[in-house]
């Protein structure tokens, strides 16, 4: 298993040197005057283009470009962004925490309700639960997010006013920028905690109750129609009916046998799913007006604001190939096969 990761980490460099590269290329279409400008964080700065053309080397070849840009990457100099009003290293910094604490609790329902729920679905096909179980994987994959939270917003906010859009309310919002309150992680649900704070904790599950269930449901049901057909192929293969035809119970031949050889494209599908909640889910995120890296990104792209999309872009790109690696192991844990390969 210590090879195994270990040959996979030898790789993350090259991928990551492909990734940059690519990147990088895409800027080369700027000017180097364009490419300068993108520092400026003062219009008193855009005499100065002649002294930033030289500071960030962008009238030298490109392969001296290439370096000097990884190097500034690498302490953090992503450039000024116009729509935060702040460099993007921090605004990523600011806006990545709310994604990520989104992204977590909604990812731990998809997978939980989606792997059960498929199961549950191959083993009984065409009974009642799997009847029900693809009628709710339709009926979540049909329509798009937006039309799921706006109407959980019309039901239980315009109606009942129980769960408000947002990330905190006011007061708790005001508490937050205060003093008082220490920011140990990003994570509002678990820095109030941190902080001693329970109704800052509750306020913030409350703003979060809305966006996780509308990507719940509708992401769940992708996953429930990808576990439920490998569970209904494995379930089909000669070991398993060898499994029972030994008087094995349907609980260890179900959870031992098939599932567990199942989840490969499961693993696959989940990662792919996680990176795109970490990435930002946009569209979610404007309907609940919930300040996410996903809502920043699209303004960044309205409003062509290249240093904060080249950093997105990054940010992307690297959580992309840690997921690669993360569902690589989880392949090996899975089946042990996969190792040797």
């Known amino acids: 298993m210590t090879a195994f990761v270990v040959r996979r980490l030898l790789l993350l460099p090259f991928v990551a040197l492909g990734v940059s590269a690519l990147i990088f290329s895409l800027l080369q279409f700027l000017t180097p005057a364009m490419r300068a400008s993108l520092y400026i964080h003062d219009p008193k700065q855009l005499g100065a283009l002649p002294d930033l053309i030289r500071k960030y080397h962008l009238d030298q070849p490109v392969y001296v470009q290439y370096w000097d840009w990884v190097v500034q990457i690498a302490h953090g100099d992503l450039g000024w962004s116009e729509t935060a009003r702040e460099s993007v290293a921090a605004a990523i910094r600011g806006y990545f925490p709310a994604t990520l604490e989104l992204a977590i609790y909604a990812f731990g329902f998809i997978l939980a309700l989606g792997v059960w729920l498929g199961t549950q679905s191959a083993v009984h096909k065409d009974h009642t639960l799997d009847q029900v179980s693809r009628f709710t994987s339709i009926s979540g994959a049909s329509l798009p997010t937006f039309v799921w939270g706006l109407l959980l917003l019309m ?68 996953l429930v129609r990808i576990t439920r057909s490998s569970m209904l192929e494995t379930l089909s293969t000669d070991y398993v009916r060898t499994a029972r035809a030994k008087g094995l119970s349907e609980h260890v031949v179900v959870d031992k046998h098939a599932r567990r050889n199942a989840l490969i494209p499961v693993i ?4 792919l799913l996680f990176v795109g909640l970490l990435s930002g889910v946009v569209i979610t995120e404007t309907v609940f007006n919930y300040p996410g890296i996903g809502q920043w990104g699209v303004t960044a792209v309205q409003q062509l604001d290249i240093p904060a999309v080249t950093g997105f872009a990054l940010v992307f790109a690297g959580l992309l190939v840690i997921s690669n690696l993360c569902a690589d192991v989880m392949y090996a844990i899975v089946d042990p096969r996969i190792r040797l390969q």
């Not at 696959?268 to 990662?271: D, E, F, P, V």
Request: a neutral charge; charged letters at 10%.
């Open 155 to 222: 039901i239980f906010y315009g109606h009942y006013g129980w769960f408000p859009p947002g990330r905190l309310s006011l007061n708790a919002d005001l508490y937050v920028r205060s003093g008082a309150f220490h920011p140990y992680t990003g994570l509002m649900t678990i820095d109030s905690l941190l902080n001693g704070q329970v109704w800052l904790f509750w306020d913030a599950v409350k703003h979060l109750v809305l966006p996780v269930a509308t990507l719940t449901y509708y992401l769940t049901a992708v």
């Open 268 to 271: 696959t599908l989940g990662s």
